[in-house]
């Protein structure tokens, strides 16, 4: 997880509007080549939806930075454990 925000700059809990909705990140890493989203998650009930999510804020960003890379994560905070996913 360390590796992927090295040397990026970090945006916490930020709010946009995309197609008209109102949204919030939980965690965006940009620098000049990517951007890197990051989506927390307790459990991982209710995934399909989850996907759904992240999908459309790599969608908004992507058409925000159109000159970086983007992807996307969804992080799940376990009891035991912490899982990354790449959407």
Avoid: M, P, W
């Avoid at 992927?4 to 970090?10: A, I, T």
């Avoid at 990140?25 to 890197?36: H, N, Q, R, S, T």
């Amino acid at each position: 997880f360390k590796e992927l925000l090295k040397g990026k700059k970090l945006f916490r809990e930020q709010k946009f509007v995309f197609d008209k909705e109102l949204r919030q990140l939980d965690l965006l890493a940009v620098d000049e080549k990517e951007a890197f989203i990051f989506d927390y998650k307790s459990s991982k009930n209710e995934l399909e939806k989850n996907l759904e999510q992240v999908n459309f804020y790599k969608n908004a960003v992507s058409s925000l930075l159109q000159d970086k890379t983007i992807r996307a994560f969804i992080v799940f905070c376990l009891e035991n454990e912490i899982n990354i996913q790449e959407v």
